[in-house]
């Protein structure tokens, strides 16, 4: 009986033994005894020395490689979230955990290197910049043809083919001058009186509304041989009348100001106290004796009416014609 019992305890010690476990702590000492899980904490570990003593072992007292057992043996489940603040962390874990990882995506292929026409002509916005610019090409044809007095369908026609250079080739050129403006400008010059196309026995020689209304030649650069372009009449009585056009004169302020500065006086000298403006303009024809006003673009005419007066205001960009006649004049 009584060994019955000694085997018993024995068994019972031993098994008490199997759940006894040693632990080398960091202060230099050892713990041996049977962990308690139900008791740890966030401050530690406490250990079953005997039946009456226990012991609290703090966290940061165990060794890195007992806090890594506790973290990954299956036995402690409830201490690897207590272990795993107070587990150091490598630089190589460190790098694994914060690790980046790149996936492809996909990208837009690029395109192949071509010249910057290849390329204007390889998408929609180029081309609409390209016809863009074509057309404002035949346009600046259309402008370089009445600046010049060339034929608009010879200088667009040849923009057409000849874009940017073609233009500038007509722009280049002086202005044509029509036939019979050159000629009465060219015997003027000589000092000889402009043939008017008639002989001096027709009846047409006669009147001074013959040549009243000829054509003013632009005489280029020489105002004041091409602003003479009437023969006084077979009398001799009246002057002759002036004619300056658009195409051979441009008519702005300081044009205004040079040629006709008689006008602007209310006092007229004796030389110009007869002679009127007759301002030829997109809106109609008027007769006037004075410029009251005069602006960066426009004009303010005084037009005799009757026996009344008013002021007529005329945009430079509409006048086509100004002749300077006497008041008697047809």
Not at 64 to 76: E, G, H, R, T, V
Not at 136 to 161: H, T
Not at 175 to 183: I, L, Y
Not at 254 to 272: C, I, N, P, S, Y
Request: glycine content about 8%.
């Amino acid at each position: 009986m009584r060994k019955i019992t000694f085997i018993c305890l024995t068994v019972l010690l031993c098994g008490l033994g199997v759940h006894a476990e040693t632990f080398q702590l960091l202060d230099g000492k050892t713990v041996t005894g049977e962990v308690l899980l139900g008791s740890a904490t966030d401050n530690g570990l406490q250990f079953r020395i005997d039946d009456n003593q226990h012991e609290l072992v703090p966290w940061s007292n165990f060794t890195q490689d007992d806090l890594k057992k506790f973290q990954q043996n299956s036995k402690y489940p409830k201490l690897a979230a207590l272990v795993e603040p107070f587990i150091e962390v490598s630089q190589e874990e460190k790098l694994k955990k914060t690790e980046v990882k790149i996936n492809p995506v996909p990208r837009l292929e690029r395109p192949e290197a071509r010249s910057l026409v290849g390329a204007l002509f390889s998408s929609g916005l180029g081309l609409t910049l390209l016809l863009l610019l074509y057309a404002a090409n035949l346009y600046a044809g259309y402008e370089v043809a009445l600046f010049r007095a060339r034929p608009p369908a010879v200088v667009c026609g040849v923009a057409a083919v000849l874009p940017v250079v073609g233009p500038i080739i007509f722009l280049s050129l002086p202005t044509v001058m029509d036939p019979t403006r050159a000629e009465a400008a060219a015997v003027e010059a000589e000092g000889a009186p402009a043939e008017t196309g008639a002989s001096d026995s027709s009846p047409l020689a006669s009147e001074p509304s013959a040549t009243h209304h000829e054509p003013a030649a632009p005489g280029g650069l020489h105002i004041s041989h091409a602003s003479r372009t009437e023969a006084a009449p077979a009398g001799g009585a009246l002057p002759a009348a002036q004619i300056f056009q658009r195409g051979a004169f441009t008519f702005n302020r300081r044009f205004l100001e040079t040629k006709f500065a008689g006008f602007f006086g209310v006092v007229r000298r004796d030389a110009e106290k007869d002679m009127i403006l007759v301002i030829k303009a997109a809106r109609g024809e008027y007769h006037g004796t004075r410029i009251s006003r005069i602006s960066a673009n426009d004009l303010h005419l005084q037009v005799v009416k009757g026996s009344a007066s008013e002021e007529v205001l005329i945009p430079f960009t509409e006048i086509k014609e100004i002749q300077v006649k006497h008041k008697d004049a047809p």
